[in-house]
């Protein structure tokens, strides 16, 4: 089974930064596309940034020139790099990978548990 865990968010000014990282672990065979996704308080989780295994990446409109997804595949470690941030940007982190585990049972999706992100003003 494979786990997904993330860890970097807390409290920051508008105007701040911070960077968040998800660590996959567990038994883990291949790791394809990633991604960070976002829940406010009522409103839908959405899309983040994505990253697949060869690099590429996309943004949602929101966040495009001001946050940055990269991935250590050695580590099997994603980033979220948030600079500029807005009170908006407060919302739960949530992590997401498309894995085929250890049993070559896959590809299937995998979550983290969240992380906290809250701007204030």
């Known amino acids: 089974q494979v786990q997904l865990v993330e860890s970097g968010g807390g409290l920051v000014q508008a105007g701040g930064s911070l960077r968040l990282s998800c660590a996959a672990s567990?038994?883990?065979?291949?790791?394809?596309?990633m991604g960070w996704y976002r829940q406010a308080p009522g409103k839908q989780r959405e899309l983040v940034a994505r990253i697949t295994g060869g690099g590429s990446t996309n943004y949602a409109d929101s966040v495009k020139g001001r946050f940055t997804i990269s991935r250590d595949n050695a580590k099997n470690t994603m980033y979220l790099q948030m600079a500029s941030l807005k009170p908006e940007d407060t919302a739960v982190y949530y992590c997401n990978a498309n894995v085929r585990d250890g049993k070559l049972l896959g590809p299937y999706d995998c979550w983290g548990q969240g992380t906290q992100v809250t701007v204030s003003s």
């Open positions: 567990g038994s883990i065979f291949s790791i394809n596309t």
